[in-house]
Antibody, heavy 117, light 111 residues
Framework: EVQLVESGGGLVQPGGSLRLSCAAS????????MSWVRQAPGKGLEWVAN????????YYVESLKGRFTISRDNAKKSLYLQINSLRAEDTAVYYC??????????WGRGTTVTVSS | QSVLTQPPSVSGAPGQRVTISCTGG?????????VHWYQQLPGTAPKLLIY???NRPSGVPDRFSASKSGTSASLAIGGLQAEDEADYYC???????????FGGGTKLTVL
């Protein structure tokens, strides 16, 4: 079964950092671009970043560049998102998803990040 | 504000047909980039509904169809069922932003 499982979310104070993880199984992880997408409470979907199969290319939504870093470990079949200098507006459910021809065909269930003092 | 514009809500009675529009611009849909659609049932993760303009993944009923023309796209849902009540999002690629963009989402209510 193709599966993505996110982890690493939680409650963090403003200015703090978090590293989100996404564990893949049931498919050849190293063959896919991967993306992070987030959804603030009661809001729509926002694409955050994506990364090429070998990690050699990374793209970010302009507004988050500098604070967010996407990475992957193909040997561990894992995707990561490092988030620094967290702000209240980063509060959201963060989803990882496989990327194929610019669309996201498999999604995880998400991990919730809450930024609050 | 989202780069792709969708109506906030649509509604229809069971059995009816509804359409959801998605309007973009010259750097995304109008530039020829494909449009994809996602369904998000309440409390769940998004699910790919339509890819590359009008292709359905395995398991998606043929009641769901989509089209694209110019700078816009639309999703049609025929034979509405109560289980179709969800949020629907369009998505494309934007060359000026060098990344994917989503519509703001449309909440479908089945009356």
């Amino acid at each position: 079964e193709v599966q993505l499982v996110e982890s690493g979310g939680g409650l963090v104070q403003p200015g703090g950092s978090l590293r989100l993880s996404c564990a893949a199984s049931g498919f050849t992880f190293s063959s896919y671009w991967m993306s992070w997408v987030r959804q603030a409470p009661g809001k729509g979907l926002e694409w955050v970043a994506n990364i090429k199969q070998d990690g050699s290319a990374k793209y970010y939504v302009e507004s988050l560049k500098g604070r967010f870093t996407i990475s992957r470990d193909n040997a561990k079949k894992s995707l990561y998102l490092q988030i620094n200098s967290l702000r209240a507006e980063d509060t959201a459910v963060y989803y990882c998803a496989t990327n194929y021809n610019y669309y996201m065909d498999v999604w995880g269930r998400g991990t919730t990040v809450t930024v609050s003092s | 504000q989202s780069v792709l514009t969708q109506p906030p809500s649509v509604s229809g009675a069971p059995g009816q047909r509804v359409t959801i529009s998605c309007t973009g611009g010259s750097s995304n849909i109008g530039a020829g980039f494909d449009v994809h659609w996602y369904q998000q049932l309440p409390g769940t993760a998004p699910k790919l509904l339509i890819y590359v303009n009008n292709n359905r993944p395995s398991g998606v009923p043929d009641r769901f169809s989509a089209s694209k023309s110019g700078t816009s796209a639309s999703l049609a849902i025929g034979g509405l069922q109560a289980e179709d009540e969800a949020d629907y999002y369009c998505q494309s690629y934007d060359s000026s932003l060098s990344g994917s963009v989503f519509g703001g989402g449309t909440k479908l209510t089945v009356l």
